[in-house]
């Protein structure tokens, strides 16, 4: 036993398989003992939900021996093998058998849980051309509701109107079709996602050509997507008569549009693929997803039109840390895999350099004012700028940076602002802001002004607000308009001061791209040559600068100020913020799945050229405070700022901050739902969980 926060049922994920048995040319006792001993290796790894392909218990390959009796006796002998060892066994199994009733054969989906057959499933599209006719020995069973049929000496459900629901845990909900019925225009299984079912599952046959391995993947990443679902698919494996085609045994699990696993093709031996997929991020996609309503809606709600076959699924409910059969990467807004990310990167990059453009176009503004601080932000948004010219056949000169040098700028952020703005070479100038600030905090009788080191907010933010005021009246000398800088992450978190230039501007064009997105893009325009060598060696010492407001002058030990011991780790606020504005999960989820994803130096997810020192690994109460943190500036203390958002681009599908998009919430709203959810889910650190 131990805490129910390790658990994934906890958390709404439910632990799915593609079964790919040793096939076999009508022997279906092999068959059934085929598909028991991968029942019974499923228990062991704890699924909940096991997908076998069209026709297991049968064989698919028989042609018109699927019309002999002794076979169809034979079928059912083995259905009765495989209820009675599940009886002990965790998994539901949905297997496939040919099956006669009121005198035509069926081929079906046999839904099996706990020594009872839960009800039978008939396939509708029966493909009839090239290498198929299954017309010659089935019938279709479109239209066919509200039946039952009799297995032995049992009546149980049959028809295309089921869907399998546990009554003990939320999110097992199964709709099934088989082969054909996803190449459909129309595939049942649209019907069962509109009827409430969570996850949909696909037992096929599907003989193997060139090619067709891609095409089944895009038809189960396309109708997990557009279903809003968990799709599970299955394919024949070796085994099956090859008399005029072969078979791969390809195995899916896809969530939402992404492949969560894929089974090993052309095996000699029996697989299991697995996968916990997450059902409650489904649920919370569909209540975002109001086209998902609506087809519901058109469809004439096929909820009042299902049979919804309720079971009992945890018979024994023991609290167990089974680990977690997902990836889960630590930088969702980033792909691990290089030429994916490479592609994000390119359209991310790209998304900023044309809105820039269209709002200078709009504006018919003569320049473009930036405050350039040689940070990471001013940078990137520095480099968009010059691209935005680039793709105007403007000079880069009608871009005006400016270093604004304070109390605590370094001397290395200011060499690197100034050799970064002739690199790209802009109209560059300097204005040193410490006189007016010190005016300043002289006419507010500020400590500092009489000598006292005191590095208050106020200290800090007059030099902000003195460098967001002389970026405006420079845009009105100069016919400008003023790019801001501050990313999606500081918006977030409020990591901003109000009505400055990380908050405040003409253009937000950095405001929909995270911190560690924005730190990607960077490498990806040195990689892929967007500018010079001259530029790309300074972007390179640039983006591997510890990141520092320079706000407060260094302490006694030379240490800058530094923003991550402030407000977190970034890496680890960029992966609360996805969870929480794409996804709207709950903090003990995002806990669970954060430390899933940090715990030790090796666990998670990151791309191949992460540099060595961001390898890092955080325990779960580490995970927990900095999480509390961000709740409370997200959803406290910061929304003020974000209602206040100039425009600017959205660029990530993981979402955006500005009231007029991905979000809208209340200024004055507060953070203690989040936080009570947290701290009364999520356990003290325990022995055996902490890296």
């Not at 699924?47 to 019309?67: G, K, M, Q, R, W």
């Not at 839904?111 to 499933?121: C, D, E, P, T």
């Not at 400055?500 to 924005?518: E, F, R």
Request: aromatic content about 8%; overall charge negative.
């Amino acid at each position: 036993m131990t805490h129910p926060f390790y658990t994934i049922h906890t958390h709404g994920l439910i632990r799915v398989a593609a079964a790919t048995p040793r096939a076999s040319v009508g022997d279906t006792a092999a068959n059934a003992a085929a598909t028991i001993a991968l029942a019974t290796q499923a228990d062991a790894q704890h699924i909940d939900l096991v997908v076998f392909p069209e026709l297991n218990l049968t064989s698919y390959a028989l042609d018109d021996l699927h019309l002999q009796t002794a076979q169809q006796r034979a079928t059912l002998a083995a259905i009765d093998s495989v209820v009675a060892a599940s009886v002990t066994l965790r998994p539901v199994l949905l297997v496939g058998a040919a099956l006669v009733r009121a005198g035509r054969l069926y081929n079906c989906a046999v839904v099996i849980a706990r020594g009872r057959v839960l009800g039978v499933v008939p396939k509708t599209f029966l493909p009839n051309y090239r290498e198929f006719y299954e017309k010659r020995w089935f019938a279709s069973g479109a239209g066919l509701t509200g039946l039952s049929i009799d297995l032995g000496s049992e009546s149980v459900p049959f028809g295309t109107d089921l869907i399998f629901a546990a009554s003990d845990l939320p999110g097992l909900v199964v709709h099934a079709e088989i082969c054909e019925d996803y190449w459909a225009p129309t595939p049942p299984s649209t019907a069962g996602a509109l009827a409430g079912a969570l996850i949909c599952c696909n037992l096929s046959a599907s003989n193997i050509v060139i090619g067709k391995a891609r095409e089944r993947e895009m038809l189960a990443a396309a109708q997990s997507a557009r279903a809003v679902c968990a799709y599970v698919y299955s394919a024949a494996g070796p085994g099956e008569s090859t008399t005029e085609v072969a078979w791969d045994g390809q195995g899916l699990i896809h969530e939402l549009g992404e492949q969560l696993a894929q089974s090993r093709r052309f095996a000699t031996e029996p697989d299991l693929v697995v996968a916990d997929v997450d059902c409650e991020r489904i649920a919370q996609e569909r209540l975002r997803t109001g086209t998902f309503n609506d087809a519901a809606a058109f469809a004439g709600h096929p909820e009042t039109r299902v049979r919804r076959i309720a079971f009992d699924h945890l018979t024994n409910p023991a609290v167990a840390d089974v680990g977690l059969e997902r990836v889960v990467p630590r930088f969702p807004f980033v792909p691990n895999d290089p030429a994916r990310r490479d592609e994000d990167c390119y359209e991310a990059f790209n998304i900023q350099v044309e809105a820039l453009a269209k709002r200078l176009e709009a504006a018919r503004a003569r320049t473009l004012v930036i405050g350039v601080s040689g940070g990471l932000d001013s940078t990137h948004a520095l480099i968009v700028a010059a691209k935005a010219m680039d793709r105007l056949g403007r000079p880069r000169a009608d871009i005006l940076g400016f270093t604004m040098p304070g109390f605590a700028t370094g001397e290395g952020t200011k060499a690197n602002a100034w050799a970064l703005m002739r690199a790209l070479g802009i109209t560059a100038e300097e204005i040193d802001i410490r006189p007016a600030a010190r005016r300043m905090l002289e006419d507010m009788r500020h400590p500092f002004a009489d000598g006292a080191p005191t590095y208050d907010i106020t200290f800090e933010n007059v030099q902000a607000g003195l460098r967001t005021d002389y970026l405006f009246r420079l845009a009105n000398q100069r016919g400008g308009i003023v790019v801001g800088t501050g990313d999606l992450s500081e918006m977030a978190l409020g990591w901003c001061t109000y009505g400055v230039g990380d908050q405040m501007s003409h253009y937000a064009v950095n405001a929909g791209v995270p911190k560690t997105l924005i730190q990607f893009l960077i490498r990806w325009c040195i990689r892929t040559g967007q500018y010079d060598a001259a530029t790309d060696a300074i972007l390179s010492t640039i983006v591997a600068q510890e990141i520092s407001p320079e706000l407060v002058p260094a302490g006694a030990d030379g240490a800058l100020q530094s923003t991550e011991s402030m407000i977190g780790p970034y890496a680890l606020n960029d992966f609360f913020a996805h969870y929480v504005i794409r996804y709207g999960l709950a903090p003990s989820k995002i806990a669970f799945l954060a430390w899933h994803a940090w715990r030790d130096a090796e666990s998670g997810a990151w791309p191949a050229d992460l540099p060595a020192t961001a390898r890092v690994a955080y325990d779960l109460s580490t995970i927990t405070a900095w999480l509390e943190r961000f709740l409370q500036r997200f959803f406290a203390t910061s929304q003020f700022k974000r209602s206040a958002l100039p425009n600017g681009p959205k660029v990530s599908g993981g979402g955006a901050l500005s009231p007029r998009g991905d979000w809208r919430a209340p200024s004055d709203g507060t953070a203690r739902v989040w936080i009570d959810e947290l701290r009364s889910a999520v356990p003290q650190a325990e022995p055996g969980h902490l890296a």
